[in-house]
C-alpha cells in the first residue's frame, strides 16, 4: 500500500491497518526463523510499513491534540 493511500485513511482504519500489518509481520518473522520464506525482502517491506502507519498515527493524534489545544486557548465571550 502506497504512503499517499495511508495518509488518506482515518485514525480508525490505521490501527486496523496497524493490528494486521503486525499479524503480517509475526507470520514472516515466523516464516524468515524456519527458512521457508522465498522473498525475506518482504520482511522489511513489512515493517517499513508498519513504521509508517505508527507515524502516521501519531500525527494525526497530535495534530488532533493541538485541535484541542487552541480551541481551549481561545478566550471565553
Not at 13 to 20: P, V
Not at 23 to 36: A, V, Y
Amino acid at each position: 500500500m502506497e504512503l499517499d493511500e495511508l495518509r488518506e485513511m482515518s485514525a480508525g482504519d490505521l490501527r486496523i491497518k496497524e493490528r494486521e500489518t503486525r499479524e503480517e509481520l509475526f507470520r514472516l518473522r515466523i516464516k524468515l526463523r524456519t527458512n521457508q520464506l522465498s522473498n525475506p525482502t518482504s520482511y522489511r517491506l513489512a515493517r517499513k510499513q508498519l513504521a509508517q502507519i505508527l507515524t502516521l498515527l501519531e500525527q494525526k493524534s497530535a495534530s488532533a491534540g493541538q485541535a484541542d489545544t487552541k480551541v481551549s486557548d481561545a478566550p471565553a465571550n
